[in-house]
C-alpha cells in the first residue's frame, strides 16, 4: 500500500503532538520524529512550525464540526441539544483521562501574545463556533425554553467561554465536577 503524502503525515503527527504537548513544548524534531519522516522534510512543506500550527488548528476543526450537527437536528428541543452537545464534549474529555482538553482552547491559552497568526486563526475559529451555539440559543428563544432578556449571541459566547473554562478546570482536577458544575449552573441560570 502506498505511503500518504509525507505532508498529510506531517499535519496528522503535528496535530497529536501539538495537542498533547502544546506548542512551546513542541520541536520540529518532535514532529518529525512522531511522523517517522526526515526533519528536512518539514522544510519542504511548511516555512515555520507557526505555519503548521495553524493548519493543525483547521484540521483539528475540521473534526469537531461534525459533532455541531448535534446543535442542528431540528427533531431534538434546543435546549436539550445543548446540553446534549456539551455532555458529548465531556465524554471526549472524560475518555482522555482529562489531560488534553481543547486543542483551540489549548492553543487560546499559550499562543495569542506570541503569533499574531495564530491569534487571527483562533479568533476565526472562536467565531465560527459560537455561531453554530447561536443558532441553537437563538431557537430555544423563540420557543421560550431560554431566556430571553438576553442576546444569543451573549449567551452563546458566555457559553462557550464558560465550557472552555470548565474544560481546562478539569484538567488540572483530573475529573468531571467542572462540567456538572457547568450544566447546573448554566441551565438554570438561563431557563426562563
Known amino acids: 500500500m502506498p505511503r500518504p503524502s509525507v505532508r498529510e ?9 501539538l495537542h498533547a504537548k502544546g506548542f512551546n513544548g513542541t520541536s520540529v524534531q518532535d514532529i518529525t520524529d512522531a511522523a517517522e519522516v526526515p526533519k528536512g522534510s518539514f522544510y ?4 515555520s512550525k507557526e505555519e503548521l500550527a495553524a493548519v493543525a488548528l483547521d484540521r483539528y476543526w475540521q473534526k469537531a464540526q ?5 446543535l442542528a437536528d431540528e427533531k431534538t428541543p434546543p435546549v436539550e441539544r445543548l446540553k446534549t452537545y456539551f455532555r458529548y464534549l465531556a465524554g471526549i474529555a472524560r475518555r ?6 481543547c486543542f483551540i482552547g489549548n492553543m487560546a491559552t499559550e499562543m495569542p501574545e506570541h503569533s499574531l497568526v495564530l491569534r487571527e486563526k483562533l479568533s476565526t475559529l472562536f467565531v465560527t463556533w459560537t455561531q453554530a451555539i447561536d443558532s441553537c440559543v437563538q431557537e430555544a428563544q423563540a420557543n421560550g425554553s431560554l431566556r430571553r432578556d438576553i442576546d444569543a449571541a451573549a449567551i452563546a459566547s458566555f457559553l462557550l467561554n464558560a465550557w472552555e473554562g470548565a474544560l481546562m478546570r478539569s ?3 483530573r475529573n468531571a465536577r467542572s ?3 457547568f450544566e447546573e449552573v448554566v441551565f438554570t441560570a438561563l431557563a426562563p
Do not use: P, Q, W
Not at 503525515?9 to 503532538?17: C, R, S
Not at 519542504?44 to 516555512?47: G, K, L, S, V
Open 9 to 17: 503525515d506531517i499535519v496528522v503527527a503535528a496535530l497529536k503532538t
Open 44 to 47: 519542504n512543506h511548511f516555512e
Open 66 to 70: 461534525a459533532s455541531l450537527s448535534l
Open 96 to 101: 482522555g483521562e482529562f489531560r488534553r482538553g
Open 171 to 173: 484538567k488540572v482536577d
Open 179 to 181: 462540567f456538572a458544575a
